[in-house]
């Protein structure tokens, strides 16, 4: 069975830091990557996703994550945080066979101050 | 268009009372899974329907939950005889369901809580 793991239960920055949210996962095999985020008060949303190819994936608002095979991690980044980016950002993973269910790691809550 | 909607957003309930739990799905959306969120267990996989059919009920969590999907559309979970560790939110997702990967899209919750 595949577990995910994410390392900071609580990150605070400033705004304009950098990001940086550990993500690993544990399954031999194949797996699709995904990084959700959950707003304030909102559902959750996909942020980004990876299945194959370019190890880099770009995101919405300005997230990219990426695909280190050997380490079985999906970190994700953003270079320069805001406000708005105070949320609770969850990583996830599935196997590519069939509609299989996605399992979550227990989130990480991002805090950014000004 | 219309997301994934969930009713009631809200529920409370007495230990030992049954609900149920409403998810409407994406329009043409054949995939359905509900999870559950709790403190300090983050998101837990419940069960997923494929069309009416449930493949993977692997994540129910004891004999009192039961689910199930009529006209390939809205689902019900259920819960006979709540217990206060019911207490969450239940999470549903649809996904197109016709290849592998395909984004799951979340409705907004019910929040269920068992006095």
Redesign the interface.
Known sequence: AQSVSQHNHHVILSEAASLELGCNYSYGGTV?L?W?VQYPG?????LL?Y?SGDPLVKGIKGFEAVFIKSKFSFNLRKPSVQWSDTAEY?C?V?I????????????TRLSVIA | GAGVSQSPSNKVTEKGKDVELRCDPISGHTALYWYRQSLGQGLEFLIYFQGNSAPDKSGLPSDRFSAERTGGSVSTLTIQRTQQEDSAVYLCASSLGDRTGHEQFFGPGTRLTVL
């Open positions: 699709n995904f959700y909102q559902h959750l949303q996909l996703k299945f969850f996830a599935n590519p066979s069939g509609n299989t269910p996605l399992v979550f790691g227990k989130g």
